[in-house]
């Protein structure tokens, strides 16, 4: 590789990291006015359950403990990037991807019993409130999940290119940045929620 | 790097920890919201930088300077939002369904 | 046997024809005219150009004529809109019925505001930044070139959306923001509103993506030597409109999703049981929605900094004072939403706080308008078109400022809203603001890229049309205002004596006609006398860097990239007595991507399954987008080189007679 095209990979990873960090920047705001429609639907409950009556918490603690614990994998895999290190990439990769795949489960899974227990996104304003942010940041993990699975098989099967590494640098703040929302959906649905 | 993960991973753990049992423990104290609240954004500190490396930006800093961008507008939207709606709440929202909804026929002709 | 359609075809059957006698003749007018272009295209067998030199290149000069020239046909479409209103209201309003029907003429009016912004006035504005920003920053391409070609593609599909309407099922009559409840399925049970947030959300997401690679392109791609402070100011007023892109549009994306759970899965944020709130969707569309204005308006601001100091051979007074008041614009302009909904009910405390922060954005602009004056001052104008709709919208943009002012105030306010009062003062900022911007730039830009004017008497005519269609149009609507003649309004009353009025604003429509007619035979005639009207690479005398190169220009905008010093780079290397360097290099140019049209076709037929209730087709749709997603993702070779040899052919060859 000469020099020229050094440079040229150089500025295209930070013309595409900026751009990408310019859409997280976007998303921050899609999220911002779910999270507003939340604080004003909160308590509109129509007669039905408020928050404290249907979150389970030990549960949320654990998808939250879980997502950060992915958070920190995938910075694992991060690293193994830098030093090209294709088993860490992949093994971090891995990792998280079952703690994100985890994670989901979770979620859908209240998700099942609370549309089972006639607690579904119809029931009240407060309930479509909340399924649309929880759901929101749960259809973002699904993305990212496919996008990592996507990654890794390539980088699996073709290992650690240029174009690999740029698009795994830009996945890495996806999930981080999941992580991040996922800290305030946390505090402010489920935490603030119980608070009487 | 490394380092950085772990101490970012143990600092988010321990907020997160924290914040959970102190909710549990302690759900009617009125300061409860703000320690949250607090706690929180000590969180979004963290990981901004010990995640996200938004210190370790060289160059123009575009990063951060969009990222305190984002933040303005989104706490003018957020903020402006929740006040002037429990404002019209405390002011309109004695009405029935049907209310509601004639009321609001009427006002959709208003705007821009 | 007894095939169940509709889990083939979901809401779709023969009903979702048209059966009125004016929507008739619209849908035939539409198939009709979609089928005379694609005969056309056959007979003369351009299908293949077409592909090749238009829908899949990447290249921002091609992408943002056809922005314009959609922009234009929309521009139409939405004129047509406003002849049946102003029909209606001049020559059948007080008898029993006219041709168009209540339910019809609310169509007419959502169709014509939706059209006017998302298509008109935002095609124009995207057309605008994709002409001219990577050339004024000295840049060969935007920062981001497929995903450029996928923005106006999915713009494209919008478009497509909502005129599909005309011929399947119906538009949307709930207006052009579609406020709940009357827009929940209670109130709007068909396809009409479903049809509007699609074609919206849409066109929402290309630009986004649009906003996002401007951005970048703006922060990253600036020619060596160009820092932030010596930038024209169409880039400053382009960053502004962008940066609200990318934080106002994720509203409206997140807002009309909102709406699409209601009428789809049946939640209830918007609906008026359950908890719903109505109000909050308001609110939300509006946070959304005033920046909009200002992502129109700004880039039009930019083109008149351009124009002025070019056409008074001044430089542009203020320089600092302008990008200090379009930042602020920028930011203030993300604090004003409420004014648009003073009525619904806040306290005397939240209304107060908005109409002062109304009053406040007036303050950077009325700085700008002082900078173009003080420009102008000892300058030696030469009243060229450009210059002619400058000075139009100098007079009508202040003229709706100052009534703006005037409904900031919230006790006025509470006297005109939804009066044409107010219709008349949005039409002021839009028609004598963005739609005065986009064709003074049109003028002004034109021969940039062809290498001939636009005939200047044709042009001088039309400015005259539209400037009197303007006035006689939007003068009657003021005073019908006042006496009380509420908007969206198509019966009324003999005995009020509104008649009259109504007939010189449709006598202002002729004209606005009129102007339209002049417009399209400029076009025309400018195309075929195109030899005698033909001039050179820099034929204002230009300032900003897109007058340095060649016209026509070449694929890659700039042979070399020579360094910039100062604040007009073109007319500092005039000053110097700089050479045309000739030092070539190999360039890097991105080769063609059919991927822009077949995401719109897959998000075309995706939407319009989701607004039938096609699931199955939905699905299939869904899935191909994520795999178009993936593909896109794994592009490979995605550029092509143009050699040092190849560049010096095309360059000697360009400049020609200028050498």
Redesign the interface.
């Known amino acids: 590789m000469n020099n020229e095209s050094v440079t040229e990979n150089k500025?295209l990873l930070?013309?595409?990291s900026?751009?990408f960090?310019?859409?997280l920047?976007?998303?921050?705001?899609?999220f911002?006015?779910?999270?507003?429609?939340f604080?004003?639907?909160r308590d509109?409950?129509?007669g039905g359950p408020a928050g404290r009556d249907i979150y389970e918490?030990p549960l949320v603690?654990a998808e939250?403990?879980i997502l950060?614990?992915s958070?920190?994998t995938c910075?694992?895999a991060l690293?193994g990037l830098?030093t090209k290190n294709k088993r860490q990439v992949l093994y971090g990769l891995l990792a998280t991807f079952v703690l994100g795949a985890a994670f989901l489960f979770i979620e859908v899974s209240e998700f099942v019993k609370l549309i089972g227990e006639g607690h579904g996104?119809?029931?009240?304003?407060?309930l479509?409130?909340f399924?649309?942010l929880v759901g929101m940041h749960g259809l973002h993990v699904f993305v990212g999940l496919?996008w990592l699975s996507?990654l890794a098989l390539?980088i699996w099967r073709r290992g650690i290119t240029d174009?690999l590494t740029r698009?795994l640098t830009l996945f890495g703040?996806f999930w981080?940045?999941l992580?991040?929302i996922w800290?305030?959906v946390?505090?402010?649905v489920y935490?603030?929620g119980?608070?009487? | 790097m490394m380092q950085k993960y772990i101490t970012g991973f143990a600092l988010s753990l321990a907020l997160t920890l924290v914040a959970y049992f102190l909710v549990i423990n302690n759900e009617t104290h009125p300061w409860m919201l703000v320690v949250l609240g607090v706690l929180a954004a000590t969180q979004l500190a963290v990981q901004l930088l010990y995640f996200l490396h938004l210190d370790d930006e060289v160059g123009p800093r575009l990063k951060q300077l969009s990222f305190w961008f984002m933040a303005l507008i989104l706490l003018i939207i957020v903020v402006g939002s929740i006040w002037i709606m429990n404002n019209l709440n405390e002011r309109m929202m004695h009405f029935s369904p049907t209310e509601k909804n004639q009321y609001m026929l009427t006002e959709y002709d208003k705007g821009f | 046997m007894n095939i169940d359609w509709s889990m083939l075809l979901g809401r779709l059957s023969l009903d979702a024809l048209p059966d009125n006698i004016v929507t008739i003749g619209g849908a035939v007018g539409g198939v009709l005219g979609v089928l005379f272009i694609i005969g056309l295209l056959t007979y003369t067998r351009r299908w293949k150009w077409l592909w090749r030199t238009w829908m899949t290149s990447l290249d921002p000069k091609k992408i943002g004529v056809m922005y314009i020239a959609v922009s234009g046909i929309m521009l139409v479409r939405g004129l047509a809109d406003v002849i049946m209103m102003r029909a209606q209201q001049a020559l059948f309003a007080t008898t029993a019925d006219g041709p168009i029907t209540a339910d019809l003429f609310q169509q007419v009016f959502s169709a014509h505001g939706t059209i006017m912004i998302f298509f008109v006035a935002m095609g124009v504005i995207f057309g605008l930044i994709n002409l001219i920003l990577p050339l004024q920053i000295g840049a060969r391409d935007v920062a981001f070139p497929l995903l450029n070609s996928i923005s106006f593609w999915l713009f494209f599909a919008g478009m497509a959306l909502m005129n599909v309407s005309l011929a399947l099922g119906e538009f949307s009559a709930a207006g052009w923001l579609a406020y709940p409840p009357l827009s929940t399925l209670e109130y709007s049970p068909g396809t009409g509103v479903d049809y509007w947030i699609w074609s919206l959300q849409v066109a929402g997401i290309g630009s986004l993506l649009s906003g996002v690679n401007f951005l970048v392109t703006i922060f990253t791609m600036r020619r060596k030597g160009m820092t932030m402070m010596k930038m024209p100011i169409f880039v400053w007023t382009v960053l502004g409109s962008m940066l609200l892109v990318v934080f106002a549009f994720p509203i409206l994306t997140a807002t009309l999703g909102m709406l699409t759970l209601d009428r789809t899965i049946g939640t209830h944020f918007f609906t008026s049981d359950l908890g719903g709130n109505p109000m909050m969707y308001v609110n939300l569309i509006w946070a959304w929605g005033h920046p909009e204005v200002y992502i129109l308006v700004l880039p039009a601001f930019g083109v008149f900094s351009e124009i002025v100091p070019v056409f008074s051979r001044k430089r542009l007074f203020g320089y600092t004072s302008m990008v200090w008041a379009i930042m602020a614009i920028t930011v203030l302009s993300f604090t004003v939403w409420l004014h648009h909904f003073f009525t619904m009910g806040a306290g005397a405390n939240v209304n107060a706080f908005f109409g002062i922060m109304t009053m406040v954005i007036a303050i950077p602009t009325g700085v700008k308008v002082f900078n173009w004056l003080f420009t102008m001052f000892r300058g030696r104008i030469s009243f060229k078109t450009p210059m002619l709709w400058f000075m139009g919208f100098i007079t009508t943009f202040t003229i709706g400022g100052v009534t703006g002012v005037l409904l900031a105030v919230p006790g006025i306010d509470f006297q005109v809203h939804n009066s044409l009062f107010l219709v008349a003062h949005f039409h002021n900022m839009i028609i004598g603001g963005v739609l005065f911007g986009a064709f003074a730039a049109l003028a002004y830009w034109w021969p940039k890229f062809t290498g001939f004017h636009l005939h200047e008497g044709l042009g001088i005519a039309a400015f005259w049309s539209w400037l009197v269609g303007f006035v006689l149009a939007f003068a009657p609507l003021y005073i019908l205002g006042l006496m009380g003649a509420v908007r969206r309004l198509d019966h009324y009353d003999a005995s009020l004596g509104w008649q009259g009025l109504f007939i010189v604003a449709g006598v202002g429509v002729m004209f606005i006609l009129l102007g339209v007619f002049f417009q399209i035979l400029q076009l025309a005639y400018s195309v075929w006398k195109r030899k005698e009207l033909a001039c050179d690479s820099d034929p204002w005398d230009g300032r900003t860097l897109e007058w340095s190169t060649s016209t026509p220009i070449a694929e890659y905008n700039y042979a070399t990239l020579d360094v910039v010093h100062g604040r007009d780079a073109f007319w500092s290397f005039k000053q110097s007595g700089r050479k045309r360097l000739s030092n070539y290099t190999d360039i890097l140019v991105p080769k063609n991507s059919g991927f822009g049209p077949i995401i719109a076709i897959v998000v075309f037929v995706g939407s319009f399954a989701v607004i039938w209730h096609m699931w199955w087709l939905a699905a299939i749709g869904l899935i191909a987008t994520i795999l178009l997603a993936i593909l896109v993702g794994m592009r490979e070779n995605v550029e092509r080189t143009i050699t040092e040899k190849q560049i010096a052919v095309t360059e000697k060859k360009l400049w020609g007679s200028e050498a």
């Not at chain 1, 911002?32 to 429609?37: G, Y």
């Open positions: 500025s930070s013309r595409t900026v751009g960090w310019l859409y920047m976007t998303d921050c705001l899609l911002a006015t779910l999270f507003a429609t604080a004003v639907l509109a409950t129509a918490m603690l939250t403990l950060l614990t958070s920190f910075g694992l690293i830098a996104p119809q029931a009240s304003a407060f479509s409130a399924f649309a496919l996507v390539t174009k698009q703040l981080h940045f992580d991040l800290i305030f946390f505090t402010v935490l603030m119980i608070v009487k």
